[in-house]
């Protein structure tokens, strides 16, 4: 398979897990644990409306990455955000995780193929 293949594929799949995690499981709320996560994290009086901000964060990430548009300092932003994410979310809710601390083994593999898909199947690529 060739590079630009795979960084399409790596693309929209990144794309994806934006889209799952903000629309369907903080938007629409099918996984309330990740509310419950903000509310231990942030408090419980706005919960809700910074669950949903946070997804349509997400959304506008996912937008970002399909749009093409300064992709190295897209794949810069989601792995400080997913690093970010995860270390706080490691260190004071493990419990609310869906794999636990062990979440973090899959942040830094997203992490690591984002690094991957950006600075090497598109380092030709000027942006």
Not at 34 to 43: A, C, D, P, Y
Request: with cysteine; aromatic share 14%.
């Amino acid at each position: 398979m060739s590079k630009p293949r795979i960084y399409n594929i790596l693309t929209y799949g990144f794309a994806a897990v934006w889209i799952a995690n903000g629309f369907f499981c903080k938007v629409l709320n099918l996984v309330p644990r990740h509310e419950q996560i903000v509310e231990r994290i942030l408090g419980n009086d706005y919960s809700r409306q910074l669950t949903i901000t946070i997804g349509l964060s997400e959304i506008i990430m996912a937008t970002w990455i399909l749009s093409g548009y300064k992709t190295k300092l897209n794949a810069i932003a989601q792995m400080a955000v997913v690093a970010t994410m995860n270390l706080l979310e490691f260190i004071l809710v493990p419990d609310l995780l869906l794999w636990g601390k062990l979440n973090s083994l899959f942040a830094s593999i997203f992490i690591l193929l984002v690094y991957f898909n950006e600075f090497y199947l598109n380092r030709k690529q000027l942006n």
